[in-house]
């Protein structure tokens, strides 16, 4: 069993509807969530940082954290087409950086 | 500003020969990593390096090595290519501390094709 499991998918909305992307994950030590976006053909950039435990809010973008069901969840509100990407959830133990990732959920706005 | 940086973008290779990565970041950044993207299997780590003169295996290492002989060059090396190394190879680096511990800072990848 992998230690960090993401919803699968490819996920096709339209424009203006909300996006609910979830990872559940085993290893208890995890304490930094991330989210990353990934664009085609580039590399993941960090979307959403949360330490611990809690909710997490940037403009249409939510992280929200359950350490005591280790499940984690990113909300898009209002979504656009430029949120067309695949998105990847990663945790990490440390603060080394060592990251383990989700295998990505691919995210399609339909304008 | 270019962050960390990633040679070559595309490479083919035959089964058997060999080739380097390299990637260098200018963030002055303590920790360097290589993982792999595979279609469905997300980012799985190679290596990765918490300093200077340091390595360490992540979760896929077998045919691959690293070296970290200056802190802003990260090499990974293919001695023997092989098919099941066909795959999309991404560099990260990230800080020791900070505001968001653990953040990485990801290169653009480097396609890699065996035949």
């Known amino acids: 069993q992998k230690e960090v499991e993401q919803d699968p998918g490819p996920l096709s909305v339209p424009e203006g509807a909300i996006v609910s992307l979830n990872c559940t994950y085993s290893?208890?030590?995890?304490?930094?969530f991330m989210w990353y976006r990934q664009y085609s053909r580039k590399g993941p950039e960090l979307l959403m940082y949360?330490?611990?435990?809690g909710n997490k809010e940037d403009g249409r973008f939510t992280a929200q954290v359950d350490k005591s069901s280790k499940y984690i969840s990113l909300f898009i509100r209002d979504s656009q087409p430029s949120d067309s990407a695949t998105y990847l959830c990663a945790m990490s133990a440390s603060n080394a950086g060592k990251s383990t990732f989700g295998d990505g959920t691919t995210l399609t706005v339909k304008p | 500003n270019a962050g960390v940086t990633q040679t070559p973008k595309f490479r083919v290779l035959k089964t058997g020969q060999s080739m380097t990565l390299l990637c260098a970041q200018d963030?002055?950044?303590?920790?360097m990593y290589w993982y792999r993207q595979d279609p469905g299997m997300g980012l799985r780590l190679i290596h990765y390096?918490?300093?200077?003169?340091?390595?360490a295996k992540g979760e896929v290492p077998d045919g691959y090595n690293v070296s970290r002989l200056k802190k802003q060059n990260f090499l990974l090396g293919l001695e023997s290519a092989a098919p099941s190394q066909t795959s999309v190879y991404f560099c990260a680096s990230s800080q020791r501390g900070g505001s968001k511990k653990g953040e990485l800072f990801f290169g653009e990848g480097s396609r890699l094709t065996v035949l």
């Open positions: 390096s918490v300093g200077e003169g340091t390595t």
């Open positions: 949360t330490y611990s435990s």
């Open positions: 963030m002055n950044h303590e920790y």
């Open positions: 290893n208890s030590a995890f304490q930094y």
